[in-house]
């Protein structure tokens, strides 16, 4: 047996997801039963202590076989007003190609210490991809890790973690509901079909930045492949197609307004995952109706607005990078990254806010343009902060070769303003005229 930190993810050294608890002796039961989910859903990938029966082991030692399932998701879910509600949004009933197969593991035969070896829990690396659940519900308790407690009297001070069936990617998309896709032409190539893999949250990438995955009907890019052309390089997750469907029958209003969150976890390192790195979350407040398989015009309006965004962080970056150039002639380094970030936190409240307003009564071209209004500002206000923070060298400026001239804080600043107007003005304009 081992000490409880290969269960508790805050605890010791194994997992190092957060430090703000000590070594723990020993949990109650309830607490036990928490960490058996969270194991089986989360656990990191690496080596684990040899089960008995499992002839992959080698030297008392189970070689990895990858994260848990929920760990490869950016787990997407719909909250609604309590818990019920919650549930009922996120729960998609249809799933008619697992028939009556789709079974929870308690009855399915009975599990032993060693992996199964029927031959669709393939156990051979190059094959491992393609092993996995009926449906939805065999999904749901797949038992990717065995897991044995060590009971002192009602508490427990000891487990036992070592690798059960592992679970492969192939064949989930339209089965696993609670998570974005996106084209792997990667696992395509592998495994000679079209294959999508979960989209999981970025993190040096808002949710909003991201809707064309996680929002449905949004034009998304189309990509040819060996294996299918013109088709989607993400998909959203099944739950967010569903909520169309109860919109289409008027069986929830679409002035509701419902959360978005979506959750990731994030390994170390990279390649090998054996250790948690982080928890990514995000969220988004929106009224339903931007849902609705019939609302293309706010959701092209959606789109377009983040189009607009990502252009002006473009503008604020090279403003940056120019202004960092400005003051100290050095052209290694330069790096327009922090003014795109600079851009984009201080935009994230106002998309939230200008999001929750859209409706489909709204004149798209008076939204927009109250948009465009809005990231002008926020450049504009940004540009002062950078070029307020610069020695006086930023007036006197540095000779550019590359330009045959010399750029000063004043000249980047009257730059920015002019690619500004031509960028924004004219949905501005547009709005005014219709008025």
Known sequence: MEKLDVLVADVGEEGELFSMKSDMLSITATEAAQMIVHTMAYDYSGLKTGAVGDDKVSSGTGKPTGVGWAGRLGGTILKGDNLRETILLNYCPHREQAGMNDLPQWELPVLTAARRHEPR???????????????????????????????????????????????????????????????????????????????????????????????????????????????????????????????????????????????????????????????????????????????????????????????????????????????????????????????????????????????????PLEKLAEWSRKLKGVALDIALQIISEQSPAVWIGRWDKDQNKRVTGASATLTLNRRLNNLLDSTIKNSTCNQ
């Open 121 to 363: 829990y393939n156990n051979e690396k190059e094959k491992r991809e393609l092993n996995g659940a009926t449906g939805i519900v065999e999904l749901l308790t797949w038992p990717q890790r065995r897991l044995r407690l060590k009971w002192n009297g009602e508490k427990v001070d000891g487990a036992l973690v070592t690798n059960g069936d592992p679970n492969g990617v192939i064949g989930k998309y339209g089965m696993e509901t609670m998570t974005p896709w996106r084209y792997s032409e990667k696992h395509s190539k592998d495994f000679k079909q079209l294959v999508y893999i979960p989209y999981v949250l970025d993190p040096s990438r808002a949710l909003w930045r991201s809707v064309s995955g996680v929002f449905p009907n949004i034009a998304t890019s189309k990509i040819d492949t060996k294996y299918g052309e013109n088709v989607d390089n993400v998909k959203p997750a099944a739950a967010m197609l569903w909520i169309g469907k109860l919109l289409s029958r008027e069986i929830i209003s679409k002035e509701k307004m419902i959360r978005i969150y979506m959750v990731s976890m994030v390994y170390r390192p990279k390649k090998d995952k054996t250790r948690f790195a982080e928890i990514l979350e995000d969220s988004l407040v929106v009224r339903t109706e931007l849902l609705d398989n019939n609302s293309n015009k706010i959701q092209a309006l959606v789109k377009e607005a983040i189009n607009q965004a990502d252009q002006v962080a473009i503008l604020i970056g090279n403003f940056y990078s120019t202004v960092l150039f400005s003051t100290s002639g050095n052209v290694d380094n330069l790096n327009n990254n922090e003014g795109k970030e600079m851009f984009y936190d201080r935009l994230d409240g106002c998309f939230h806010d200008w999001l929750r307003s859209l409706q489909n009564n709204v004149d």
